[in-house]
């Protein structure tokens, strides 16, 4: 469907300024931790969606279905930096006003970072060239109440750097059947990964990692994974027989989704 | 009252290892956004308070009050890092083991970090020879949904320099009257700060002040005051000028509770 010259109507409709129907990539920040993931449900489930809350309050604003359409649907408590949302507006916010607009009408726990104007061909799935996931854990006898809602708690001691030799073995193109949960819809389960650390500041460790795409619970099957590497329970070499195993058994178990943050994606133009 | 020799009764005594009663110093973390403060409140007050919350879980855990007492008495929605709790008991819970064994009992926004055992005489308010509490600032055009509990979001511009120099007019012995919220019950309002600096890691910017004892407001008055300094309305050395002053007028607005963190409070011996 050609909106492009559909006029705008609602919130700036008085001024008799309507304009052409402009399609915005929104780089979105938001804390997982109220919001059931990022899609929305079915109508009978009353569940706060990132997807539902950002098509209502924007609708608030412009008036419009702005119909937001997310490059990665985030699980239910899995946070982000830099998910790109794609709405379709005749609103006349002006762009550079668009984040400080959104953001007066949007709850605390999510922030649109920028707006850019993209062709209406621009698809946030199908563009996305690459993404970049971060898991950060708290790695102290210690729990702390500040970190508690962004990083897993591991009371246990870990070995930072074979955890970091494991993750090297995931780069390249693989089969990563192993580090797929059951009820994924993927065609194929070979994926491309262009990074993968893991770094710690103190006792805060992260786990960093770019794909070209990931599978359902990749990252946190990964992680469950590299734990049992940190606890000395796995040698790093055994991270290439798990991806050859091709078994989700093979690996390790998922780790919760709240140390999980997508931090960027990238296009390609 | 000498309670060295009363034996212990509650969840250790099973074990027919009643010890004397030991005064532990407590290092506690929170995250103040669910709390009304550290202090009790009167009974008709259903209000959550750290102080309320650490006497009736640890109660739960030793089977007595330990009659928690703290360094500082945070206000409702300030942070801490390095709270100074005084407790007293006569569980028979190794010193090593309770962190783990207090954090058990704990919400998950409070937190104990470290145990010392201490001489009955030990008073944490009396004592404490200093403190620092940290004041944190985001200073970008858009919020930021992971930052929002721990700090106050400054959307215009800041110059970092110009702060940094009006705080170091607070350095040295002053009468802070001009920095004290009216209800203060302070005897004298004279305090000496030992290090007062602002420094910026990308937007997040930060106050830390090291004193030997904070009015009422206090911290939150000077950050009020250094956004002015920051904004270009106040010149460095007019902080001179306020504190010469005396009066609670010359000085900027209070800011909000949940930029502010009581980090450590410093002991003689």
């Not at 700036?12 to 129907?21: C, D, F, I, N, Q």
């Not at 508690?148 to 955890?163: K, T």
């Not at 790093?236 to 798990?242: K, N, Q, S, T, Y």
């Amino acid at each position: 469907m050609n909106q492009e010259f559909l006029s705008g109507k609602g919130g700036e409709r008085e001024k008799g300024r309507a304009m052409p129907t402009r399609h915005l990539k929104l780089t979105v920040a938001y804390d997982g931790s109220a919001f059931h993931g990022w899609q929305e449900q079915p109508a009978p489930l009353q569940v706060r969606t990132v997807q539902g809350v950002m098509r209502e309050r924007l609708q608030k604003l412009t008036g419009e279905d702005v119909s937001p359409l997310a490059a990665s649907r985030t699980d239910a408590g899995v946070h982000a930096r830099g998910q790109v949302v794609r709405i379709v507006t005749a609103a006349t916010i002006p762009l550079d006003r668009w984040p400080q607009a959104a953001n007066s009408v949007l709850p605390p726990d999510v922030a649109v970072r920028e707006a850019v104007e993209v062709p209406p061909a621009f698809h946030p799935i199908l563009d996305a060239t690459w993404k970049t996931y971060a898991y950060t854990l708290l790695n102290s006898p210690v729990r702390s109440p500040r970190w508690r809602q962004y990083s897993l708690h591991v009371p246990y001691a870990l070995e930072v750097g074979a955890m970091d030799q494991a993750a090297a073995f995931l780069l390249g193109t693989h089969d990563f059947s192993s580090f797929c949960a059951a009820g994924s819809g993927a065609r194929t389960r070979t994926r491309t990964v262009y990074a993968a650390r893991v770094t710690a500041a103190g006792p805060v460790l992260r786990f960093t990692i770019t794909a070209d795409g990931f599978l359902y619970h990749m990252v946190r099957i990964i992680v469950g994974t590299l734990l049992l590497v940190g606890q000395g329970k796995l040698r790093p070499p055994a991270m290439a027989e798990i991806l050859a195993a091709k078994d989700r058994n093979a690996a390790g178990p998922t780790a919760p989704p709240h140390g999980l943050c997508l931090e960027q994606v990238g296009y390609a133009k």
